[in-house]
């Protein structure tokens, strides 16, 4: 399949990229990440392994799309909790509930 990542032309296929990501160990998954074989890697991870650039010079969008039409399943970030966290307050000693 043909893409660009970077502004870079690729031809890429699904064995391929099996076979670059076999024995590569994921990193922790806190964005955008794909399922390749049986593991979870993080999509700038994969577009690091497979077009061998430095994942500040392509978005995960665009890997993201390339292996979404290669049939990986691929994930969105975790959407943030809208709720903002709300800390104990200590007053004389005594831990009280945050008001509501």
Same mark, same amino acid.
């Given at each position: 399949?043909?893409?660009v990542?970077?502004?870079?032309?690729f031809?890429?296929v699904k &064995?391929? /990229?099996?076979? &670059?990501?076999?024995?590569?160990?994921?990193? #922790?998954? !806190?964005?955008?990440s794909v399922?390749?074989? *049986? *593991?979870?890697?993080?999509v700038?991870q994969v577009?690091?392994v497979i !077009?061998?650039?430095?994942?500040?010079?392509? &978005?995960?969008?665009? /890997?993201?799309?390339?292996? !979404?039409?290669?049939?990986?399943?691929c994930?969105t970030? #975790?959407?943030?909790?809208?709720? #903002?966290?709300l800390? #104990?307050r200590?007053a004389?000693?005594?831990? !009280?509930?945050?008001? *509501?």
């Amino acid at each position: 399949m043909h893409c660009v990542i970077a502004r870079f032309p690729f031809e890429l296929v699904k &064995s391929e /990229v099996l076979r &670059s990501m076999k024995g590569v160990k994921p990193e #922790p998954v !806190t964005g955008e990440s794909v399922i390749i074989g *049986r *593991r979870t890697y993080p999509v700038k991870q994969v577009g690091e392994v497979i !077009t061998r650039q430095d994942r500040r010079d392509f &978005s995960a969008g665009e /890997v993201t799309r390339a292996m !979404t039409r290669l049939g990986f399943t691929c994930r969105t970030a #975790p959407a943030a909790d809208p709720r #903002p966290r709300l800390r #104990p307050r200590i007053a004389d000693g005594h831990v !009280t509930a945050p008001p *509501r």
